[in-house]
């Protein structure tokens, strides 16, 4: 499956985003998706994720409570809304296609990542 992220840009501390992540030659509906982060000088970490069927979700503590996944599976498509954004937020937010076997998804079983998109968070 190949994934395209979009929707990062400038945004103002407590404003929002929403990102988007696109499939293609493969239906999304067969994989757990997850949105990574990657800030300059640290490791990718996952940020939240989504079961296939769209069931369970999950978040990490930092971003908790200002996060939304959502998929569209029609559309192929996984939405991530991003609440009351704070500068440290700023990294490139990577989509990525991920194995069912581990919940939530390691780096370890992705499948496939997108491009990755731009966040950045100015004070």
């Known amino acids: 499956v190949q994934l395209q992220a979009s929707g990062g840009g400038l945004v103002q501390a407590g404003g929002s985003l929403r990102l988007s992540c696109a499939a293609s030659?493969?239906?999304?509906?067969?994989?757990?998706v997850g949105w990574f982060r990657q800030a300059p000088g640290k490791d990718r970490e996952l940020v939240a994720a989504?079961?296939?069927?769209?069931?369970?979700?999950y978040y990490s503590a930092s971003m908790k409570g200002r996060l939304t996944i959502s998929r569209y599976n029609a559309k192929n498509t996984v939405y991530l809304e991003m609440n009351s954004l704070k500068p440290e937020d700023t990294a490139v937010y990577y989509c990525?296609?991920?194995?069912?076997?581990?919940?939530?998804?390691?780096?370890?079983?992705?499948?496939?990542w997108g491009q990755g998109t731009q966040v950045t968070v100015s004070s």
């Open positions: 990525a296609a991920a194995s069912s076997v581990y919940w939530p998804p390691q780096i370890s079983s992705i499948a496939s």
């Open positions: 030659e493969r239906a999304i509906s067969s994989y757990t």
């Open positions: 989504i079961r296939r069927s769209g069931t369970a979700t």
